[in-house]
Structures are given as C-alpha cells and as structure tokens.
C-alpha cells in the first residue's frame, strides 16, 4: 500500500488531531503517503484534501478539534454517492482509508470497503457510545471537563443555597450524564435508557434530602430526556410523557417546574460545546496514538473493514459489520449504585 486516506466524520472530540498525527507519523515510517480529506465524506465528494507531512501534524496531539474539519453528510448512504467516493480514491491514488468518527461514521467507512476501498475506523466520540470498545477518543476529555464545570457550579449552589439543574451532551446516551454525575456527587441524574416519575425521582427525593440537612443540590440532565416522541427508541419512557403532558421540552422549562413544585430556588445551565473543545487529556493523547498505529499496522498488512477498539484495558480490532449490529446495554445497576451514594 503506497498511499492512504485519512478523515475525521460527525461530532470533533479532542484527541483527534492526534490520532491524525499517529496515522501520518506511522505511515510515513513504513513509506506510506498520507492524503487528509477535509470535511468528511463530504470533502471526499468535492475532493477537498491535501498532502499531510510529518511536519504539518508535529505538533497537533496538544490541539482540541480535528485540522481536517468534520462535518455529517447524509447524501453518502446513496450507492451512487458511495461510489463517486470510491471513483475519487482513485484519482487520488488513495488504496486505503482511515475513519475517524462514531457510528455514522463507520457506516459510511463500512460502505466504502464493500465498495472496493479498505477501511479502518478509529472511534472518536464524546458520547462513548460505540458498542465493541470500552474507551473512545474524547470521552476522558469531556467527561474531565463536565466535573470541572459541575464542581464549580456546585460551589455557586452550595454558597446560595440553590439547586443547579445542568444539562450535559450524550446524543441518544445516558453515559456521560451517569459518568459525569457520578464523578461530581450529583443528587440526580436523568437519562433516556432509565424511565423516572418526576414527582417520586426527583421532586420527592430532593425534598428527602432537604428534610435531612441538606441545602443545595446537583441534578445533571442527559440533552436527549428533551428529545421529541418522534425518538422512538426512547419513546415509550415515562420521562418522554412527562415531558409531552407538561410541556418541559428543555432544562430551563424543566428548571422553572421543578423550582414551582420543590420551592427550592434553582438555575438551569446547559453546557454545549464546551464538552467537545479544548486540548485531549493525557489518557486521550495516549489512546489516540496507540489506535492511530494500530490503524496503520491494519491497513498495511492488508486487513480492512475493522474497527481499532479497547478490549480487557488492550488496544485491537473488531469487525467493522458486526460492530455495527450490536447494541450496548445501560448499566442501570450503575445509575442505582449512584444514588444510593448521593442520598
């Protein structure tokens, strides 16, 4: 293999740039080329890319983002589209292509390969939601900065003695919001897979834990609890007919019902992109590395349509097909164990 592709697709996660620098670096090693596609498959149908060298990624495994850009582009489940893709890897000289990116991501590397291009994907998604790995690029970072900005948004409650509902990314998912919540000693934490009653899960239990002493709280919100009905994987959920019945389709909606029926005064605050930026923790630079020459190593001894994965704490790879098809359980267990605690 003499020269390969490299994009990064959806959401950015930090650590991104420097699974790209581990792919140039490893590449370069073995006498492999390196051409980075900008904006995903989307750039691979306009043919945005350039030439990466060992000195243009040097210094980028301190850098938040992705060079490359990212964006999602849901024109690429057309065959025809797909295989303008496959027609331009080879004007590009390109016999080989790493993905960066989560789920969608990986369908779209999944179609290239059956398609006549081999793929490797890298899982880089905040959410961690990526069924055959047990870490994904970005998720440490994120969750990293979530406790940071609960922790100071808990001091602000405990000072006024006020209840601080904060929402936190996850996409479909509850784990950064039970991650984050368990990290923080937050009183509640509400999440799609889990079905709560308003009254008895939270109005109740604050009120419990306000009868015992305690003055201010933590309650951290996953953004999908506020996903429509129309999401149907969750949509039988108590929660999501709570939500209906009461009009609550945001944290501040759901903020101002629960200062009403609480009497505790309280701040809603929805955190955002902020979760997604800034430079990758060491344990994100080192994953990053590690799954960047494993992805390499990959495509040179000619295996494709994997996925590089953690398995039992080890860098590997999974099949990209039945990677796809599986599904990953919530630990409810988890979500109790957490409780339990923060009462």
Not at 264 to 287: K, M, N, W, Y
Request: charged share 25%; with cysteine.
């Amino acid at each position: 293999m003499n020269t390969i592709g490299i994009m990064t697709s959806g959401g950015d996660s930090p650590g991104m740039n420097a699974a790209i620098r581990a792919v140039v670096k490893q590449a370069k090693a073995n006498g492999i080329k390196v051409i980075g596609i900008n904006k995903g498959y989307k750039g691979l149908i306009e043919m945005d890319c350039q030439e990466l060298t060992s000195a243009s990624v040097e210094d980028l495994y301190r850098k938040g983002g992705t060079i490359l850009k990212t964006a999602r582009y849901k024109n690429f489940k057309d065959p025809e589209v797909v295989a303008q893709g496959v027609e331009n890897c080879k004007k590009l000289g390109i016999e080989g292509m790493v993905v960066i990116g989560g789920d969608g991501s990986f369908r779209g590397a999944r179609d290239l390969t059956h398609a006549g291009i081999p793929c490797v994907g890298i899982p880089g998604t905040i959410d961690n939601d990526i069924v055959c790995t047990e870490d994904t690029i970005g998720f440490d970072s994120s969750m990293n900065i979530i406790t940071d900005c609960i922790s100071k948004l808990r001091d602000t409650s405990e000072t006024l003695d006020r209840c601080s509902v904060i929402e936190v990314m996850g996409a479909g998912a509850g784990w950064m919001a039970l991650e984050g919540g368990i990290a923080s000693g937050a009183d509640i934490m509400l999440v799609p897979e889990v079905e709560f009653d308003f009254q008895k899960d939270v109005i109740d239990l604050i009120k419990a834990k306000k009868e015992s002493g305690q003055n201010y709280f933590v309650i951290v919100i996953a953004e999908c609890v506020f996903f429509p009905e129309s999401n149907s994987k969750h949509k039988k959920n108590k929660n999501f007919q709570y939500v209906n019945e009461n009009g609550i389709e945001t944290v501040e909606k759901f903020t101002k019902k629960f200062q009403e029926m609480s009497g505790i005064e309280s701040r809603a605050t929805v955190l955002g992109h902020i979760q997604r930026g800034g430079a990758p923790t060491f344990h994100d630079c080192i994953l990053a590395t590690n799954m960047g020459v494993h992805a390499v190593e990959l495509l040179k001894n000619n295996k494709s349509a994997r996925v590089v994965v953690v398995k039992d704490g080890k860098i590997t790879d999974f099949d990209i097909d039945e990677g796809l098809a599986m599904k990953k359980p919530f630990d409810k267990d988890r979500l109790e164990m957490a409780t339990k605690l923060n009462f």
